[in-house]
T-cell receptor, first 111, second 114 residues
Framework: DQQVKQNSPSLSVQEGRISILNCDYT??????FLWYKKYPAEGPTFLIS?????DKNEDGRFTVFLNKSAKHLSLHIVPSQPGDSAVYFC??????????FGKGTKLTVNP | DAGVTQSPTHLIKTRGQQVTLRCSPK?????VSWYQQALGQGPQFIFQ???????QRGNFPDRFSGHQFPNYSSELNVNALLLGDSALYLC?????????????FGEGSWLTVV
């Protein structure tokens, strides 16, 4: 039973354009959501997070949107840069610190 | 400010052997969690330690055990290794008093069981 789903295994965008990575969840008890970026052979790097009491959080080129009624969140990267190429993981937490991760989306930003 | 550090970075073990992985949390953090990431999957929660006690546990067998020391560092032990235990083992740390909302990961320990 996968509680956090990233249905797109991969995404390819052109440099300078917007990258939109999507994530769906099933557990309504989740109250905090995080996005991590991971390069091969490295640990996940924290990018941005959002609490369930908000619907948007922005940090530089990264914006996370949360639609609680649809149990959906998305990460927008604008403008996309080749250095953004990595695997992006969506993670959710429900009142404790146990994170539940999706399987990841591999983003490729082409020059 | 040192981040989360893990050791060793890579190791190879034989089926049936035992392994110990180590983690030092980010400075000031008091909570340590361990995750297993198999190829092509997201990290899976193993367990979490706070105040030297196991506070939460994921769906992993008793072969997986851990410990947290007074300085908040932690160890993950896996006994009777199976081929399927080959994975990247990640340590994450956070600070309980802040609600644990900022969770940082180490670089991981790559375990190969042959």
């Amino acid at each position: 039973d996968q509680q956090v789903k990233q249905n797109s295994p991969s995404l390819s965008v052109q440099e300078g354009r917007i990258s939109i990575l999507n994530c769906d969840y099933t557990n309504s008890m989740f109250d905090y959501f995080l996005w991590y970026k991971k390069y091969p052979a490295e640990g996940p790097t924290f990018l941005i997070s959002i609490s369930s009491i908000k619907d948007k959080n922005e940090d530089g080129r990264f914006t996370v949107f949360l639609n609680k009624s649809a149990k959906h969140l998305s990460l927008h990267i604008v403008p996309s840069q080749p250095g953004d190429s990595a695997v992006y993981f969506c993670a959710a937490r429900g009142g404790s610190e146990k994170l539940v991760f999706g399987k990841g989306t591999k983003l490729t930003v082409n020059p | 400010d040192a981040g989360v550090t893990q050791s060793p970075t890579h190791l190879i073990k034989t089926r049936g052997q035992q392994v110990t992985l180590r983690c030092s949390p980010k400075s000031g953090h008091d909570t340590v969690s361990w995750y297993q990431q198999a190829l092509g999957q997201g990290p899976q929660f193993i367990f979490q330690y706070y105040e030297e006690e196991e506070r939460q546990r994921g769906n992993f067998p008793d072969r997986f055990s851990g410990h947290q020391f007074p300085n908040y560092s932690s160890e993950l032990n896996v006994n009777a290794l199976l081929l399927g235990d080959s994975a990247l083992y990640l340590c994450a740390s956070s600070l309980e008093v802040l609600g644990g909302n900022t969770i940082y990961f180490g670089e991981g320990s790559w375990l190969t069981v042959v």
